[in-house]
């Protein structure tokens, strides 16, 4: 088990259930929701919208979820009409990563620090990194040195630290293909085991599920193939999960509600102790369609039925499949 401060023991409570487990809500999303906002509408999506469709979500849904992510440079606003019960989540991170040199090199927000997220309501500091385990020892230890730096910031406010670790491979392009699929339990464990080392100061591990669900047997889709069977991805969750002491929830990468459901439930079967989720397009991109296209009282009547559904789903399913992280905190 792990030693945190009061403080930070606190700030989690504030972010999670009554059970301890955390079933947050994420839309941090930034360009990428600019991007699906101004595909369902048929024209540009400007700043306007996507403040409003992170309003609609946080006033609507935050009612049945324990926290929510938001980003400070368009959900400020979403973040002051939470409900009153619901902790807030600050990204840390600037979206997306810099092209311009190989690695995929992470970057903060000009404008803020940890300092000032916890000044505007912040519970804890949310960080995304992009991490290859097998690239070279150069770029990977500028992006430990990183990660070291936002640890010891948030040390110093006694903050909760997420870090969020997407995984990749340096040589192959598309995380979606079976060729991904082969190395992605390695890539995501790997991760996991090294950032969970002290240096680091992180609290909690915001991860991928271990393998591709699609290409578990059982699992796979329109007759792809499988590359696991169902015993060795039970294996790869259990070994994710004896991996860390830290407290890790499971962020859903945009699979539909019923797949990452499905994917819990599975964790649950295999022995994974994991401790929640941080739940994002897999409860609300349905709804964009409807508010885009319809207005805003549209989207909000989506997010009252279809999207309200999807969550207290999730909460079935987190209740009788998540551990809570008190377990793993002293």
């Known amino acids: 088990m792990i030693q945190v401060t009061d403080e930070v023991k606190t700030r989690l409570k504030k972010l999670s259930n009554s059970d301890n487990v955390i079933g947050a809500l994420a839309i941090d999303q930034r360009e990428s929701l600019k991007k699906m906002l101004a595909s369902a509408s048929g024209k540009e999506a400007n700043e306007t919208d996507i403040v409003e469709f992170k309003k609609v979500i946080s006033s609507e849904l935050t009612k049945y979820s324990s926290s929510i992510l938001l980003d400070p440079e368009y959900g400020l606003p979403a973040a002051n009409v939470r409900d009153t019960n619901a902790g807030f989540l600050a990204a840390y991170e600037k979206t997306g990563y810099d092209v311009t040199e190989p690695g995929r090199m992470p970057d903060i927000l000009d404008v803020w620090s940890v300092k000032r997220l916890k000044n505007e309501g912040a519970d804890a500091i949310k960080f995304l990194l992009y991490y290859d385990t097998d690239e070279s020892e150069e770029i990977n230890n500028k992006k430990h040195a990183f990660i070291e730096r936002i640890g010891s910031e948030c040390v110093a406010e006694e903050m909760p630290f997420f870090l969020e670790l997407v995984s990749y491979d340096a040589h192959i392009d598309d995380v979606s293909s079976p060729e991904y699929a082969k190395v992605k339990p390695h890539k ?26 699609k ?87 989506w997010m009252r039925t279809e999207g309200k559904k999807n969550i207290e789903d999730l909460n079935k399913v987190l209740a009788e499949t998540a551990t809570p992280w008190t377990n793993r905190i002293d």
């Open 188 to 213: 995501v464990i790997e991760a996991m085991k090294e950032f969970s080392k002290p240096q680091y100061n992180v609290t909690v591990l915001k991860v991928e599920v271990p393998v591709n669900q």
């Open 215 to 301: 290409y578990v047997e059982g699992f796979n889709e329109n007759n792809s193939e499988a590359i696991y069977s169902k015993s060795e991805a039970a294996n790869f969750y259990k070994e994710q999960s004896d991996a860390t002491e830290l407290p890790f929830i499971f962020l859903s990468a945009g699979v539909t509600p019923q797949l990452f459901q499905e994917e819990l439930i599975f964790a649950k079967e295999a022995g994974s102790t994991f401790n929640g989720v941080l739940c994002g397009r897999a409860t609300w991109k349905l709804g964009i369609e409807p508010f885009a296209k319809d207005g805003e009282e549209a989207g909000r009547q």
